[in-house]
């Protein structure tokens, strides 16, 4: 079957660096996606990784490995409006999105 | 400002009743879709469609019908609600082929 893997709640600083893991196992592989969802809000796209490496734009980062089936989204100089959840989906062969069941970060003063 | 706008945002109703959830978008997108979103199970596909004529069945598309007469438009019908349809209704499109979706705002639907 297929699957992600993200953890279901982290909390972090206001300032300081906070990554979000993301482990998959897809049918085939057409690209990672990472989503911002405020509560109550719908779900707005982030970055885009289908080569391994790090993607980077301003104080997000994506990273990819496709040999390990693993995905980081990276925070940097977190402020209160980064409080929100965080959703990873993996384009699979058929193209469609199979998503995680989402990472909800907290932030603290 | 271009997008997806849903209708209605929220909505209580019996069991056993109709429901049409309405769904338009004005970017000339092919591809559209429908999801639901239970907390603890993030976002889970109920119908989507590659194209106007076109539909096909996602993860959870027992209860739920869908139509595609247009581009613009992709309405989710529940024929006959029942209490496991209480959920956040989410409609999305995107270009075909591509993971960067776009949202509407969610309708909240409550089956008493």
């Known amino acids: 079957g297929q699957n992600i893997d993200q953890p279901t709640e982290m909390t972090a600083t206001e300032g300081a660096i906070v990554q979000i893991n993301c482990t998959y196992q897809?049918?085939?592989?057409?690209?990672l996606f990472w989503y911002q969802q405020h509560a109550g809000e719908a779900p707005t796209f982030l970055s885009y990784n289908v080569l391994d490496g790090l993607e980077e734009k301003g104080r997000f980062s994506s990273f990819l490995s496709r040999s390990k089936g693993y995905s980081y989204l990276l925070l940097k100089e977190l402020q209160m409006k980064d409080s929100a959840s965080y959703l990873c989906a993996v384009l699979d062969s058929n193209y469609q999105l199979i998503w995680g069941a989402g990472t909800k970060l907290i932030i603290k003063p | 400002i271009a997008g997806i706008t849903q209708a209605p945002t929220s909505q209580i109703l019996a069991a056993g009743r109709r429901m049409t959830l309405r769904c338009t978008q004005d970017?000339?997108?092919?591809?559209m879709y429908w999801y639901r979103q239970d907390l603890g199970l993030g976002l889970r596909l109920i119908h989507y469609s590659n194209t106007a004529g076109t539909t096909g069945k996602g993860e959870v598309p027992d209860g739920y019908s869908v139509s595609r007469a247009n581009t613009d438009d992709f309405p989710l019908t529940l024929a006959s609600a029942v209490p496991s349809q209480t959920s956040v209704y989410f409609c999305?499109?995107?270009?075909?082929?591509?993971?960067?979706?776009?949202f509407g705002e969610g309708s909240r639907l409550t089956v008493l």
């Open positions: 897809t049918s085939g592989f057409n690209g």
């Open positions: 999305a499109s995107s270009a075909v082929r591509t993971g960067e979706l776009f």
């Open positions: 970017m000339r997108h092919n591809a």
